[in-house]
């Protein structure tokens, strides 16, 4: 959803830098449902900006039963 395509490398989010996968999960961890994210990606050997909204799927208590 957030326009991320097959191949895009994501370098930083909200200016912070990725250099590894942990280091994305941190950050993913720690953003709120609602916050939006300005991500850095390389695409097609160019840098590019895209903005994502963070939606946190709901708890469904009948997966749970």
Known sequence: RAG???G???TAV???????????VDVLANA???????LSIIRNKREVVIRAKVERP????DSLD
Do not use: M, P, Q
Not at 17 to 23: F, K, L, S, Y
Not at 32 to 38: T, V
Not at 58 to 61: A, D, L, S, V
């Open 4 to 6: 991320l395509r097959t």
């Open 32 to 38: 709120k449902d609602g916050d939006e994210l300005a």
């Open 58 to 61: 709901e708890t469904r208590r």
């Open 8 to 10: 895009d490398v994501i």
């Open 14 to 24: 909200n200016a912070e830098r990725i250099d590894a996968r942990d280091d994305l």
